[in-house]
Nanobody, 123 residues
């Protein structure tokens, strides 16, 4: 599976962005899809995951502001980010893997990774 993330950019605090991650291959619907981020000098942090179109989860740090969704017909997962804050500045990565729910926040659980897209939030 190859993953291609896009949609990053520069936005002012309070603004919105939507990230997309397009996957190749025919097994997309079988994989849990996740979003992680890594800020300057920080470790990679779990953001959100989607087991299927209705089984969605966001980390507490972004809950209420970010929404993950997936479209299996388009082999794409999205991350809608609203009310962005400067501390959301990071490289955002999408990931895929055949993993169970208890491991969604563990980056080593994911087998496939996209190249990352940079999100910069100015104050």
């Amino acid at each position: 599976v190859q993953l291609q993330a896009s949609g990053g950019g520069l936005v002012q605090a309070g603004g919105s962005l939507r990230l997309s991650c397009a996957a190749s291959g025919r097994s997309f619907s079988r994989y849990t899809m996740g979003w992680f981020r890594q800020g300057p000098g920080q470790e990679r942090e779990f953001v959100a995951a989607a087991w299927d179109a209705s089984s969605l989860y966001c980390a507490d740090s972004v809950k209420g502001r970010f929404t993950i969704s997936r479209d299996n017909a388009k082999n794409t997962v999205y991350l809608q980010m609203n009310s962005l804050k400067p501390e959301d500045t990071a490289v955002y990565y999408c990931a895929a893997g055949p993993l169970a729910a208890p491991r969604i926040h563990i980056h080593s659980s994911y087998a496939f990774w996209g190249q990352g897209t940079l999100v910069t939030v100015s104050s």
